[in-house]
């Protein structure tokens, strides 16, 4: 079962480039999220959806954009890297509330460094 | 402001013993509380959950507790073993709004030999 899949695992960028890291999983799962993770901070919900088309902002939105054109896929665009997104970060997904307990399955995470 | 809170960034014990993680929350529309454990270079998986109607919840080795009044959960594991040496985040829910979780700053637990 490949569950959540995110690439790349590892990224290095230069201040002001842009990228998309990759989420996908394969549990038809409506909601579907990324965090961040950082030294001393705990997990920080960056955005979210609840199903295809609906998106919205969490913690720490700010420099972040994100679709869902699919169920299955959730990307996360960084169009302007800036230090402060040095991070590790993590997609994860689940069944829609009412419909399952809103157990989080997350992926392996992408280790992102801008320098 | 932080809304999951865990306040010791670390716990040792010795093989065998009890392990006792605690957290404690202060938005009182929170109605489901999740343990995730975390090892290094993994993405969190699920541990335990327990639902708001009820104040514990046990599953093998793992226990959880609920104390609504306090606002306090706590994660009991017994008996420690090194392989649970990891980050162990609580994290909590409305689950009326929608499956948007809140997670604390974790607590690394090591696991003595």
Known sequence: ?115 | DQQVKQNSPSLSVQEGRISILNCDYTNSMFDYFLWYKKYPAEGPTFLISISSIKDKNEDGRFTVFLNKSAKHLSLHIVPSQPGDSAVYFCAASDTGANSKLTFGKGITLSVRP
Request: aromatic share 10%.
């Open chain 1, 1 to 115: 079962n490949a569950g959540v899949t995110q690439t790349p695992k590892f990224q290095v960028l230069k201040t002001g480039q842009s990228m998309t890291l990759q989420c996908a999983q394969d549990m038809n799962h409506e909601y579907m999220s990324w965090y961040r993770q950082d030294p001393g901070m705990g997990l920080r919900l960056i955005h979210y959806s609840v199903g295809a088309g609906i998106t919205d902002q969490g913690e720490v939105p700010n420099g972040y954009n994100v679709s869902r054109s699919t169920t299955e896929d959730f990307p996360l665009r960084l169009l302007s890297a800036a230090p402060s997104q040095t991070s590790v970060y993590f997609c994860a997904s689940s069944h829609a509330p009412g419909r399952g307990t809103g157990e989080l399955f997350f992926g392996e995470g992408s280790r992102l460094t801008v320098l």
